[in-house]
């Protein structure tokens, strides 16, 4: 997978549940089902098609996406506020990331249960990859049950051939180097 691309699904992939922005979470934010989600990303500007995603999820997973996002805020990040408006939960973030710092404004609204979406909007200064801005939009919907022998926390998209939490946090470290 070309390196331009690399970054965007993986962003992706991490922005597949609103816990991935955690760093203290709205005490009355909901958890998803426990099943099998996907996870439909569109990026404006993209040459090409973000493919679906399918995770298996269960509330350990979930929690390893919060821990994750706690982690990500406590090192890099200045600002993090993510707040209940109605039946949005509104996030306004600003971050490191590479050389540049990436300000985030989005939100995830649904029932959490069947169904989330969401909308971000992201600047970069300076451009990130030669990006100033990244629009992106995450549909998730609940299919049911994993399916037989996928465990939880694996991510199923065409291009990767199944990952798990731990291997995707290995493919950030590695391109974080680059």
Known sequence: MPAAFRLPLIATLLACTPNAFAAELPADMPQRKSGLWEVQATMAGMPMPLPAAQICVD?????????????????????????????????????????????????????????????????????????????????????????????????SVPALKGMDVQQLQQMMKQYQQH
């Open 59 to 155: 509330q350990q997973t979930d929690r390893i996406w919060e821990q994750q996002g706690r982690q990500h805020a406590r090192r890099d990040c200045q600002k993090i506020d993510i707040r209940r408006e109605g039946n949005r939960y509104l996030v306004d973030t600003v971050c490191k990331v590479q050389q540049s710092t990436a300000t985030t404004h989005g939100y995830f609204e649904g029932a959490f249960d069947t169904h989330y979406r969401g909308e971000m909007q992201t600047t970069f200064a300076p451009p990130l990859h030669g990006r100033e801005q990244i629009a992106m939009q995450i549909d998730g919907r609940w299919l049911g049950e994993c399916k037989p022998g996928q465990k939880p926390g694996e991510v």
